[in-house]
């Protein structure tokens, strides 16, 4: 398939507040700081054009800049990480967004590719996200692990922190093959962000403190593609323990 090169900006909203784990887009992982090994597993993409950290912190700002990275400040008060990188698209050409989480660590850098493919392919697609089903070592009743279930066509019905499906008679021990696990990465067309920041906080975003939900709640189907690629999360310092083996 072929495809303008230009077409894809990846921005990776950083902030250094976090509730459970402050600074931890600073934190090393393999002598570098985490942030650095998703913009730079960014940049091997072949759709992408442009990577930019965007954050509202000198300490960020001054991470990116000492491994030659961009970055751009957006200081205003943002509510969620696809807001911020909203607010940052003013003087980028690309049609094609992706937010790529900061602590959403790719274990292989085709993990960007399998979200920015299937998207291109589809003209009709307005947002996008990736999903992986769960593995023995996954944690379904986490609330940080995040839940999809999803229609026939693969878009998204509802993301949860709660595990869903719940499954009533499930035989003893098969509750890992149910579900499909969420990962940090969103892709939009460009108008479509734009529009989604325009939108309130919905209900269910507010509830379960999930930005994609507003999406859904208020009418922006969200497509969500299988990965097979492997990711580590890190939402506290035990998650960092366990990217470091």
Known sequence: MLFNRSSVAVL???RYESTRFPGKVLVSIDDKPMIQHIYEAARQSPYVSTVRVVTDDARIET???NFDGAVSVVDRPCRTGSDRVAAAIQDLDEEIV???QADEIPRDPGLLDDLIRPFL???SAQMGTLMRKAQPSDNPSDPSVVKVVTDRRSRALYFSRAPIPYVRDRPTG???GDYWLHLGLYIFRRETLLRFAE???GTWEAAEQLEQLRALEFGIPVHVWETHVQSVRIDTPDDLIHANR
Request: net charge positive; hydrophobic share 45%.
């Open 12 to 14: 990776i909203p950083a």
């Open 98 to 100: 992706v937010n790529w």
């Open 63 to 65: 991470a990116v800049r």
């Open 174 to 176: 098969s509750q890992r």
């Open 121 to 123: 392919a589809d003209p």
């Open 199 to 201: 939108l309130p906080t």
